[in-house]
């Protein structure tokens, strides 16, 4: 009797902040069209009802029979969802409104939280990296995000309010290590729509910096015109505008998260 083998799994990192635009979405996207971009294989999964990691990609989630949702109790039908991006690399399971009703229909399941997790569980040994961007709560979808993954991004936005609902995500992510899954650690926290010229932002870099003394990227993502722009063309930021700041950092956090390995010390 001998077990199949079955090669290396994939670095699972969810990118997950409670609060809505911060730039989850945008780290996700970029973050794995980087990491494509250094030839690494890469999933990109959609795990947010409004699919806005999926549009911004040119996938809208109307038009694909097949999606998050329709496989999420369907393990086995997986690779019928996944779709090749124009990015080499670079794959999405794209994400649609359906999804709303997982949230719901998923709370009286047996083992609730761990549904996206045997779902992914299927190819993640096709990928080097699978990247998952969340919606905006810490509800069962979250939950779901952060039991399938073994690192935990966290993009903080460069604001005045930046730190609050870090520690309940803390909570949550500490909560979710003891009692559903022990394999989560902190991959990091990225700073993003940072801006230079404005004294509000350097102070949230020093703050956060002090919360955060080991977890902290030293890449920091700028406010740049060009990553937001990049999603109405259906593209990231590499294949928008190379040259933009805004593909220079994401390039630039693409090889520190390559580089970057985490423990659960
Ligand atoms: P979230 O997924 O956390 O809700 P998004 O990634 O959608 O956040 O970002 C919120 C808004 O801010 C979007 O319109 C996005 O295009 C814009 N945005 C995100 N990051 C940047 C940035 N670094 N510079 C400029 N605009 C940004
Ligand atoms: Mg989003």
Redesign the pocket.
């Known amino acids: 009797f001998q077990l199949e083998s079955e090669g290396p799994v994939a670095r699972r990192i969810v990118v997950a902040?409670q609060?809505?635009?911060?730039?989850?979405?945008?780290?996700s996207v970029n973050l794995a069209a980087s990491l494509a971009v250094m030839e690494k294989k890469v999933l990109l999964v959609d795990c947010?009802p409004q699919g806005?990691a999926s549009s911004g990609l040119g996938y809208y989630p109307a038009d694909q029979r097949e999606n998050i949702y329709s496989v999420l109790f369907e393990p086995t039908k997986i690779r019928k969802a996944i779709i090749q991006t124009g990015v080499p690399f670079l794959d999405i399971l794209p994400g649609t409104q359906d999804l709303v009703g997982a949230e719901i229909e998923l709370v009286d399941k047996f083992g609730r939280e761990y549904f996206l997790r045997e779902l992914l569980e299927q190819v993640d040994n096709e990928y080097d990296f699978i990247i998952i961007?969340c919606p905006?709560s810490l509800g069962l979808l979250t939950v779901n995000a952060l039991c399938s993954a073994n690192e935990m991004l966290v993009?903080l936005q460069c604001e005045y309010y930046a730190l609050e609902g870090i520690a309940q995500l803390l909570m949550t992510y500490e909560l979710v290590r003891k009692r559903l899954n022990p394999d989560l650690a902190i991959l990091g926290v990225v700073l993003?729509?940072y801006d230079s010229r404005n004294r509000l932002s350097w102070q949230v870099k020093n703050e956060v910096r002090k919360a955060f003394p080991q977890h902290l990227f030293e890449t920091i993502?700028?406010?740049?015109?060009r990553?937001?722009e990049a999603?109405s063309f259906g593209k990231p930021v590499i294949n928008y505008d190379i040259k933009s700041k805004?593909a220079e950092a994401y390039l630039a956090l693409a090889q520190e998260v390559e580089r970057s390995t985490t423990s659960n010390g």
Request: proline share 15%.
């Open positions: 902040n609060k809505g635009g911060v730039g989850k979405t945008t780290t947010d806005n961007d905006p993009p993003t729509m993502i700028p406010r740049n015109v990553l937001s999603p805004g």
